[in-house]
């Protein structure tokens, strides 16, 4: 019932603010003043947190809470998600998705083969791939219109017509990172539908 809507990165200055990773594309109106978001209290319950102040830093928030003044007061919040309901999640236009709406999707090919299911989205600057947990391991398929042709969120289906070895490339250079530890890995870039919160 809750969306992640950024994380806290560190503190930032000596009034309790933070500097927030967001993960959403309205900080500006997802921590405006006044606004509550919710983070995991310790005793697993949602704790909700007022904003108090906003400003941005190279698109990152930094973000003041009420109650939360000092160093001291704001260090504990460093590496907690910050959350808010899905129902006051704002509407999207059409091809425009919520990450958590694209977890748990089946990946098949444009024939009906299925290529498994979203565990997750990752988001970079350039681009964004959905995790694809397949039998043969993951797969990194770039979020890309030309490659997810289509989006079925109500049916948790995305239909993918991926371009020759993009399958079979991810697979190999997942074994390959692993073999060594890491290493340098090739990957698609694509004009990606970018997911929203």
């Known amino acids: 019932?809750?969306?992640?809507?950024?994380?806290?990165?560190?503190?930032?200055?000596?009034?309790?603010?933070?500097?927030?990773?967001?993960?959403?594309?309205?900080?500006?109106?997802?921590?405006?003043?006044?606004?509550?978001?919710?983070?995991?209290?310790?005793?697993?319950?949602?704790?909700?947190?007022?904003?108090?102040?906003?400003?941005?830093?190279?698109?990152?928030?930094?973000?003041?809470?009420?109650?939360?003044?000092?160093?001291?007061?704001?260090?504990?919040?460093?590496?907690?998600?910050?959350?808010?309901?899905?129902?006051?999640?704002?509407?999207?236009?059409?091809d425009v998705f919520y990450l958590h709406d694209l977890a748990g999707c089946r990946v098949e090919t444009r024939s009906g083969h299925v290529v498994g299911t979203v565990e997750r989205v990752e988001r970079e600057a350039s681009a964004s791939r959905l995790a694809v947990a397949s039998a043969e391991g993951e797969i990194l398929v770039p979020l890309a219109a030309d490659i997810c042709v289509t989006i079925d969120v109500d049916r948790k289906v995305i239909v993918i017509d991926p371009p020759e070895g993009l399958l079979e490339l991810s697979r190999s250079d997942r074994a390959e990172a692993r073999r060594f530890h890491g290493g340098a890995r090739r990957s698609y870039k694509g004009s990606a539908r970018k997911p929203r919160r």
């Not at 967001?22 to 405006?32: A, M, N, Y």
């Open 1 to 94: 019932d809750m969306a992640v809507v950024g994380r806290v990165a560190r503190v930032h200055g000596l009034r309790g603010q933070v500097l927030v990773d967001p993960e959403t594309d309205f900080p500006e109106s997802r921590f405006q003043p006044g606004r509550l978001v919710y983070r995991a209290a310790p005793n697993g319950e949602a704790e909700g947190l007022r904003v108090a102040s906003l400003r941005l830093y190279r698109g990152r928030p930094i973000v003041g809470f009420e109650g939360i003044e000092s160093i001291e007061q704001a260090g504990p919040l460093v590496g907690l998600e910050l959350r808010v309901p899905v129902a006051s999640l704002e509407a999207l236009p059409a």
